[in-house]
């Protein structure tokens, strides 16, 4: 089965987000931009047998400008791991598994219709993600803790005071009962203050 996965990868995936400007490096494809990297990580399951290879298939954005925020050094492919958007195929790819899975009695031509039909889904969605911003607005539009200091800065620095106090007013409604919420609450205060804006909460 593990012939039937790099078979899949080498003659189905690659030449196929070839076509969309992905280059190969073991398990990672990567398309970048001057400020955006695009990526895409076949994630093995450490479960694998002869007879059984399961995948998943990780998708990820990495921002050079968010990364400046976090204060760190950008690097030329940045891993999975370190993007600032990341996510599983299954979430963006509502048609298709978080998990794949070949058995002897998988139909390979179907596995292969249905992991390109994915991935070309999250392309799709890609080509929507021009900007730091739009990785900002995504989370901040859930509203999710994740890449909450980074989202906070990048509206503040631009001077979107409203969208950063409309963000702040939903994570509290969303999180603000739970005991952790205080903890995230000062390194919020702090960032507003230091741009000098109001941190203006709504009393509980």
Not at 110 to 136: C, D, N, P, Q, W
Not at 152 to 176: I, N, P, V
Request: proline letters at 3%; charged letters at 25%.
């Amino acid at each position: 089965m593990q012939k039937v996965f790099n078979d899949v990868i080498k003659q189905d995936v690659k030449p196929f987000l070839a076509n969309y400007g992905f280059a190969r490096k073991k398990l990672n494809f990567y398309h970048g931009t001057e400020s955006l990297h695009y990526m895409f990580h076949f994630q093995k399951s450490a479960g694998n047998s002869a007879d059984h290879v399961m995948f998943y298939v990780n998708c990820g954005i990495y921002a050079s400008e968010l990364a400046q925020l976090q204060a760190k050094e950008v690097p030329a492919e940045p891993q999975e791991s370190e993007c600032h958007f990341r996510a599983r195929i299954g979430e963006i790819a509502k048609s298709v598994p978080d998990r794949f899975s070949i058995t002897p009695d998988t139909d390979r031509a179907e596995l292969s219709t249905s992991l390109l039909g994915g991935l070309e889904e999250v392309i799709h969605f890609y080509e929507k993600m021009t900007s730091a911003r739009s990785i900002v607005d995504y989370y901040t539009a859930g509203p999710y803790l994740h890449l909450g200091e980074e989202s906070f800065r990048l509206l503040l620095q631009s001077d979107d005071t409203a969208e950063a106090h409309r963000y702040l007013k939903a994570l509290q409604d969303k999180y603000g009962s739970e005991q952790r919420w205080a903890i995230f609450e000062n390194k919020y205060r702090a960032i507003f203050e230091q741009y000098g804006v109001e941190f203006a909460l709504r009393q509980a």
